[in-house]
């Protein structure tokens, strides 16, 4: 194949920019709290990114038409293998030697070998994963592509329906006004006040824990047999009596005790402003254009949600998966049933089209944000690489998913090169394991949303 044929450009040119987008993630959003830079990370999760985006732009390339299709069928399975390898052997191998690393009393000779162990142990418990579920026929050997992909793809639609579950009810939950609570002002001001109170209760508290503690030292240190010390506290009539020096630890026992639940009301009071004010300013915001147009939104947002619980439960108890993809199945409606005269192969194309991007588009952003917010919440500068590694192997195998859950949004001809790219799948499995997983998703986030909806707010008495 000719090196500067327009096909390998495109490629060439596309791989090149998302590992550039990947790159730039990387450093302005997951590391631009930490001036240590791992470069093995770095381009550990910007191949990923990339090796990620690039499947989707080729399902995108089928649609359209875009590349040869010898050429698109290369580098299909250029990628495919690429990623496979990246997920199975580059991530894990690093993962491993990264803790391994970490650990003071691992020595330096004993890296390599643990790491290979280690790895070793995850091909193990990966090879496994497979063996409770129905995802390939007994016909596939070990070192078949399908055998590799099967085991991927159960984690990775498991991450799908997990994050789209909570997403499906969290969305309406957040754009919709009707749920935002009342808060005035007041209350607000009431609850930093009651907040001020602690603080100032425990400041009080701790003054005079401290000052028994300086009591304390130095009546010990008068006792130590300093003429000129004990001298001068007698002048100062400072010296403890035993029975002193008892009551003093008496209330020092006290005071901690009465710290200890004064600092723990103070931080639930501390969260509460910080909810009340979030409060308070959603609904300022609801009043807004912007705000009223998420409002509309989040009731689109809630009806999608109400009709996938309802379609997946369908899908479960009947055991039914759909054969043909949603655009041309609706054009067929509109055809034979609403008489409507329309090109459904040129229509369908085009849609279709639109259909892939929107969630290409969906998919990687929502990931990404998921991904940043989980970054922050546990990492740390000891744990940062390691958490990174752990994400774009979480992030390879979501794309990777994704690839085989879309192959049933776009029609049958489109299909064809992903089926055969994949291999020998039971694909019905897939979207069967989906909507299990998203039902039971969708209804804990239901729940679990309700009961932090319902949470009164803290009702304490200061005495």
């Known amino acids: 194949m000719d090196i500067l044929s327009p096909d390998v450009l495109i490629v060439f040119v596309s791989v090149a920019l998302f590992f550039i987008c990947g790159w730039l993630f990387f450093m302005k959003q997951l590391f631009r709290n930490y001036e240590v830079h791992n470069r093995v990370v770095q381009l550990l999760f910007s191949i990923t990114f990339a090796l990620s985006c690039v499947m989707f732009e080729l399902i995108i390339f089928e649609i359209l038409g875009i590349l040869e299709p010898g050429s698109r069928l290369l580098y299909w399975r250029l990628g495919l293998y690429s990623i496979l390898f990246v997920l199975i052997v580059a991530l894990p191998l690093y993962v491993a030697f990264t803790l391994l690393s970490s650990i003071s009393f691992v020595k330096d000779s004993f890296v390599f070998p643990l790491t290979a162990l280690l790895w070793l142990v995850y091909i193990y418990f990966f090879w496994k994963l497979g063996d409770p579920f129905p995802i390939l026929s007994r016909q596939h050997g070990i070192f078949t592509i399908e055998q590799a992909i099967s085991r991927i793809g159960v984690f990775g639609v498991t991450v799908m329906a997990v994050l789209s579950g909570f997403g499906a009810v969290n969305a309406p939950y957040t754009c919709m006004s009707i749920f935002a609570k009342k808060v005035d002002q007041t209350s607000i001001l ?274």
């Open 190 to 463: 009431q609850m930093e006040k009651r907040l001020l109170q602690t603080m100032e209760m425990i400041a009080s508290k701790k003054r005079r824990l401290a000052q028994h503690e300086r009591d304390i030292s130095l009546s010990a240190f008068s006792r130590g047999g300093d003429e000129s010390v004990g001298l001068l506290n007698r002048l100062w009539g400072t010296v403890s009596s035993p029975i002193t020096s008892i009551t003093t630890s008496d209330n020092m026992k006290q005071l901690k005790s009465e710290i200890a639940p004064l600092e723990e009301l103070s931080r639930h009071l501390f969260l509460e402003v910080v909810e009340l004010r979030n409060m308070k300013d959603r609904i300022e915001y609801s009043k807004t254009w912007m705000g009223k147009y998420f409002n509309v939104l989040g009731h689109f947002f809630s009806i999608y949600c109400i009709w996938k619980i309802f379609i997946s439960t369908v899908n479960i108890v009947f055991d039914r998966v759909g054969k043909v993809d949603p655009v041309t199945k609706s054009m067929e409606i509109a055809v034979h049933w609403m008489g409507i005269d329309i090109d459904v192969r040129f229509w369908s194309q085009h849609i279709s089209f639109l259909l892939v991007g929107v969630i290409v588009v969906t998919s990687i952003r929502g990931l990404l944000i998921t991904l940043t917010k989980f970054f922050y919440a546990i990492s740390s500068s000891k744990s940062s690489n390691t958490i990174v590694l752990l994400l774009a192997q979480i992030m390879g195998m979501y794309f990777v998913s994704s690839v085989l859950l879309m192959r049933m949004n776009v029609p049958l001809e489109y299909r064809l090169i992903i089926t055969e790219v994949l291999g020998d799948l039971q694909f019905n499995f897939y979207h069967r394991w989906f909507d299990v997983i998203f039902l039971i998703s969708a209804l804990s986030s239901i729940l679990f949303i309700y009961l932090a909806h319902m949470k009164s707010p803290i009702q304490t008495d200061f005495h």
